[in-house]
Nanobody
């Protein structure tokens, strides 16, 4: 069956770094565009970063540009989000999404907390 599993969330101090991973199975990973979203209580889920099937094109929310990097390893069916210079406002549950219209799969999320 389809599985999308995020990991790597943690409590980190402001200015620190984390790398999130999203491992996928049950579908042809290389045919899916991948993206990371985040959500805080009471707010809508927002797009953080996206990467195309080949990994040749990426997009970022303005709030994370130059701090976060999305990448993928199609041999490992995994997408990553490297987060540097973390700020308290980056605190959220981070979700991974796989999309190849009309199919779409989401993970269960991983908590990132940035606090001193």
């Amino acid at each position: 069956q389809v599985q999308v599993v995020e990991s790597g969330g943690d409590l980190v101090q402001p200015g620190g770094s984390l790398r999130l991973s999203c491992a996928a199975s049950g579908f042809t990973f290389s045919r899916y565009a991948m993206s990371w979203y985040r959500q805080v209580p009471g707010k809508e889920r927002e797009l953080v970063a996206a990467i195309n099937k080949l990994g040749s094109n990426t997009t970022y929310a303005d709030s994370v540009k130059d701090r976060f990097t999305i990448s993928r390893d199609n041999a490992k069916n995994t997408v990553y989000l490297q987060m540097n210079s973390l700020k308290p406002e980056d605190t959220a549950v981070y979700y991974c999404r796989a999309r190849n219209w009309p199919n779409e799969y989401w993970g269960q999320g991983t908590q990132v907390t940035v606090s001193s």
